[in-house]
């Protein structure tokens, strides 16, 4: 069983990168085998038709799709951007959708796996209705099973210690929770 970790956000100083990279380690720390990657290693342009009936997907979602394959469980922490997700997120995920086989949907390699959604944010909400959404776009739009524990970080500015952990002991342990809840589905769902 495997968890791969992410954020919403290619910026260098990200909190959300901050939170999926606190849990992966987490995860590793209690045995998980546990990989963190970066949007930013995964750029594309913004979903376009014309493009699409051109070119196909980009490869970069195609490799994105791949890389999904591969685990057994995600974790997305997402930024929120006016009340919702972030156009690299929506972005990425829309691609992926598009990389199909023939007799695909697109949609496969969302339903045969699980998701956990997560935010951080310097407001005093967390982000909380970015998650909404997402929960909402995993769920409606692709038929992705997403587990119910989830934790919205607010004041992410001031939240995180030297050491990547969160210095405020119940959010770290709500963060440990959501990722135990997270391998334990994932396993489940791997058997
Ligand atoms: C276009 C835009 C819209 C934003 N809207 C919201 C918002 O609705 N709620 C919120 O909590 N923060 C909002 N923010 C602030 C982001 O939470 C903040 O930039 C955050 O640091 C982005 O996540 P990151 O640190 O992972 O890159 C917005 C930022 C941008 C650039």
Redesign the pocket.
Known sequence: MRLLFF?????E???????ARLGQRIAEANGIEAVFIDLADYEMPIYHGDLEAEHGPPKRARAFKALLQEYDGVFI?T??????V?ALLKNTLDWVTRVREKGETGLEVFKSRVFAVSG????????M??LLTLRQILEVGMGAAVIPQQIALPR??HAFDEDGSLKDEAQQTLLKSVVEALAVAAKRFAA
């Open positions: 954020a919403g956000s290619a910026r100083g990200s909190h959300n990168k901050k939170l922490a930024p929120e951007y006016n009340a919702s972030p951080a944010s310097p407001g005093y909400y967390g982000g209705r970015s992410a500015a």
